[in-house]
């Protein structure tokens, strides 16, 4: 991060609540060393800019305005005021945060089976932090994701959840995490670590939506992930966030030998989005799946950059994103996959398309392969385009109204990805979310076909 590449904007600064001991963990030399550490790298580094290669396509002037202040840990929010619908349906154990803080009244998790352990991250800091410091910036590099090291120098909460060797989860783990606007523009920055162990199994779904309001949020997420030798997560993530609210979130997962990670993303929310997902596969034999779809309208700004890292021999790894883009809202997708020296016997493969259902839509995308081993398989791709006149032509030929045929059209698009999710119930919640995105898009059009 360039200096003369980035700004500090003095609101965002403002939302770093310091060093000081009263913190969560605040008496631990390596706790106080973390804040430290990522307050020093933003104040020195700031936001980027479109200077900024990793950055080119999203630009955050916009956001950089806004005078965002910490968000009250203390904000009360029942589920009345929660719009319904806007999270995923799921028969799971429900884990809720508002503002980045928990809701034990909202959250179920009573029939949690023996072997699973979720905390909060405020209470392992001042009752276990040792359970947590081998994770904490050791998997989301501060000195290279900038949010990521804002997010570290207000260190103070978030999930953490364990999964023990040899634990299967037979029901998804499901954290839902409001963002509740206030009388003025709030921002909050949770901390996430999910760690399985040896040979263990889990779905952890993640629902991020918000409280309608006119005032802007700030989500600014963490979520750094260990999958150890054997282990198998299925990782779920639904951005369906409100029209005012800004999304910074960084997912970093380091998958040992024979280990696999399964992610599915859908965003449809926010008026500004940005999913950073870094993958090392470290271990013989590791194995991700990173899919995913986004649905933009109006204005909205969707980023999804993702880095998968081939550091051992004999590893794979398949991508695939899709997009749908309407109004004059712009997606990004940035997608790289390096192969090292060592990491001969790779398989990996890479693949996002695009449709634009209006002219004044935009996509940028940049798939890279850097491959540095000679014995391997890669390949990457990127398409985009209309929906197909002709089949469209066909389908209102057989007497279906033309909204009614866009929509069949666009759930054709989007169907071979979203069969790629784990499970019939899970691909039926997000399937039904993609639903109600298309009856909203219409609705923008014409409210009566809403």
């Known amino acids: 991060m360039a200096e003369t590449n980035a700004i500090t904007p003095a609101a965002l600064s403002d939302t770093l609540p310091g060093a000081g001991t009263a913190l969560p963990g605040g008496q631990i030399a390596w706790v106080r060393h973390a804040r430290e550490e990522g307050a020093k790298l933003w104040q020195a580094h700031g936001a980027p800019t479109v200077k900024v290669e990793q950055w080119k396509y999203t630009n955050l002037r916009d956001m950089l305005k806004v005078p965002f202040r910490p968000a009250r840990p203390t904000h009360e ?20 945060f508002v503002n980045g803080q928990f809701s034990a009244e909202m959250s179920d998790l009573d029939a949690l089976p023996k072997g699973v352990a ?5 209470t392992l800091l001042e009752t276990e932090p040792h359970a947590v410091e081998p994770f904490i910036g050791r998997l989301a590099d501060a000195g290279d994701l900038p949010f990521a090291a804002l997010n570290q120098g207000a260190l103070e909460d978030g999930f953490v959840v364990r999964v023990k060797t040899g634990t299967t989860l037979e029901k998804p783990l499901h954290i839902v995490q409001v963002s509740a606007a206030e009388d ?46 054997d282990a198998v997560l299925t990782h779920q993530i639904l951005q369906n966030l409100p029209e005012t609210a ?16 399964d992610s599915f993303v859908l965003q449809v929310g926010g008026k500004l989005s940005r999913h950073d997902l870094r993958v090392e596969l470290a271990g013989r034999h590791a194995e991700c799946r990173l899919n995913g779809a986004y649905g933009a309208s109006g204005t909205q700004h969707m980023d999804t950059t993702s880095f998968i890292d081939h550091a051992a021999p004999e590893c794979t790894s398949n991508e695939i994103y899709k997009g749908v883009l309407a109004g004059k809202s712009r997606g990004v997708f940035q997608g790289k996959i390096l192969v090292r020296r ?25 798939p890279e392969l850097e491959i540095y081993a000679d014995d391997v398989t890669c390949s990457h791709g990127a398409t985009t385009g209309e929906l197909d006149p002709v089949a469209l032509f066909y389908l209102r030929s057989r007497g279906i109204d033309p909204e009614t045929a866009r929509m069949l059209l666009i759930e054709g ?11 019939e119930a899970n691909r039926e919640a997000f399937k039904e979310v993609i639903h109600r995105w298309q009856r909203r898009r219409i609705a923008e059009i014409d409210p009566a076909l809403g």
């Open 77 to 96: 929010i029942g589920l009345d005021t929660i719009p319904a619908g806007d999270a995923l349906t799921l028969d799971a154990h429900v884990l809720v």
């Open 118 to 122: 979720v905390s909060t991250l405020a």
């Open 184 to 229: 003025e523009p709030t921002a909050h920055q949770p901390r996430n670590v999910v760690v399985l162990e040896n040979g263990a199994v889990a779905t952890v779904v993640e629902s991020w939506i918000g409280t309608t309001s006119e005032t802007p949020t700030l989500r600014n997420a963490v979520t750094e992930i260990h999958v150890a030798p």
């Open 246 to 261: 800004y999304n910074v979130a960084a997912t970093a997962v380091k998958v040992e030998a024979k280990g696999v990670y």
């Open 342 to 366: 060592e990491a001969q016997q790779t398989d990996g493969n890479q693949l996002h398309k695009a449709l634009l259902l209006e002219r004044g839509a935009e996509v940028d995308t940049k």
């Open 413 to 423: 698009f989007l169907d071979d990805v979203v069969e790629r999710i784990p499970g």
